[in-house]
């Protein structure tokens, strides 16, 4: 099994610029979680789907972060206009039946 | 709420030494507990699990013990090895729960 999958690895932009980081789950895992980690406020999640319907976005800062799933092998988290404070490194992961996570190596966006 | 509390790092050990990492955590119902390794570079993934009171979860030497009586799950293992470098976090679930609780996580170094 491939694992979950993010692309792109790194990301560097320009403040103002959009930015979509794209996932591609475990197949056959029904849900899928995006999460944030910085050093100032450790692992946060932004939101989750099951079953393609996003169920819970409270994480997720501001309107300028959006994130869809048209497909249950395909998510896809968009920054539009991206800030510095934004700068992250961004994880998707999928979840086992019995409650167990699978995170990709996610990517690392720094905004200039 | 759920939630979890870990001890505060760093930690650093010798090679071969006894590791202890603390972990309590507050449930409502009967949660799965687990611990989670993060690599530098790469995404959370598990390192063992228990999923009832009394339940061991093993893996890589690596061991934590469901204590319901206490509401601990402590990462024990009984020699380290400097590739054992890395951030550990301990996490709950309730079961049939999408979300996972983690703890701020736990950074470890161990010297040669």
């Known amino acids: 099994d491939a694992g979950v999958i993010q692309s792109p690895r790194h990301e560097v932009t320009e403040m103002g610029q959009e930015v979509t980081l794209r996932c591609k789950p475990i197949?056959?895992?029904?849900?899928l979680f995006w999460y944030r980690q910085t050093m100032m406020r450790g692992l946060e999640l932004l939101i989750y789907?099951?079953?393609?319907?996003?169920?819970?976005d409270s994480g997720m800062p501001e309107d300028r972060f959006s994130a869809k799933m048209p497909n249950a092998s395909f998510s896809t988290l968009k920054i539009q206009p991206s800030e510095p404070r934004d700068s992250a490194v961004y994880f998707c992961a999928s979840r086992t039946y019995e409650g167990v996570k699978h995170f990709g190596d996610g990517t690392r966006l720094s905004i200039l | 709420g759920d939630s979890v509390t870990q001890m505060e790092g760093p930690v650093t050990l010798s090679e071969e030494a006894f590791l202890t990492i603390n972990c309590t955590y507050t449930?409502?119902?009967?949660?799965?507990l687990f611990w989670y390794v993060q690599y530098p570079g790469e995404g959370l993934q598990l390192l063992l699990k228990?999923?009832?009171?009394?339940d061991k979860g093993s893996n890589k030497g690596f061991e934590a013990t469901y204590r319901k009586e206490t509401t601990s799950f402590h990462l024990e293992k009984g020699s380290v090895q400097v590739s054992d470098s890395a951030v550990y976090f301990c996490a709950l679930s309730e079961t049939g729960g999408f979300k996972t609780i983690f703890g701020a996580g736990t950074r470890l170094f161990v010297k040669a």
């Open positions: 197949s056959g895992h029904n849900s």
């Open positions: 789907f099951n079953n393609n319907v996003p169920i819970d």
């Open positions: 228990a999923t009832k009171a009394d």
């Open positions: 449930a409502t119902g009967y949660p799965s």
